[in-house]
């Protein structure tokens, strides 16, 4: 069975960090292009950064640009995302998917995406 796992999460301050990973279960990810999303509570789900297969490409959304660094290892066939200089607006479950369509598409577009992960809450707060 195809499955992702996210871990990770928890609760920081302002201005702290936290990394993230998404870890394939049954299968390789080596081939594949995976996103990080989130949803805040009341909110849509949002595309947050997307690593092509090779890891040469990446994306991120301007919210969080220059602060979070999405990587892989494939050899761990594991996909990461740090996160630095949190802040309160953060908050939110994380997920990870693998881009199974999208040509011509945003990198964010979710309906791009399969295997969704269970989440992971991420909470900035003092």
């Known amino acids: 069975q195809l499955q992702l796992v996210e871990s990770g999460g928890g609760l920081v301050q302002p201005g702290g960090s936290l990394r993230l990973s998404c870890a394939a279960s049954?299968?390789?990810?080596?081939?594949?292009?995976i996103g990080w999303f989130r949803q805040a509570p009341g909110k849509e789900r949002e595309g947050v950064s997307y690593?092509?297969?090779?890891?040469?490409?990446?994306n991120y959304a301007d919210s969080v640009k220059g602060r979070f660094t999405i990587s892989r290892d494939n050899a761990k066939n594991t996909v990461y995302l740090q996160m630095n200089s949190l802040k309160p607006e953060d908050t939110a479950v994380y997920y990870c998917?693998?881009?199974?369509?999208?040509?011509?598409?945003?990198?964010?577009?979710?309906?791009?995406?399969?295997?969704w992960g269970q989440g992971t809450q991420v909470t900035v707060s003092s």
């Open positions: 690593i092509s297969s090779t890891g040469g490409g990446t």
């Open positions: 049954g299968f390789t990810l080596d081939y594949d292009a």
């Open positions: 998917a693998i881009r199974t369509h999208g040509y011509g598409t945003s990198w964010s577009y979710i309906k791009d995406y399969d295997y």
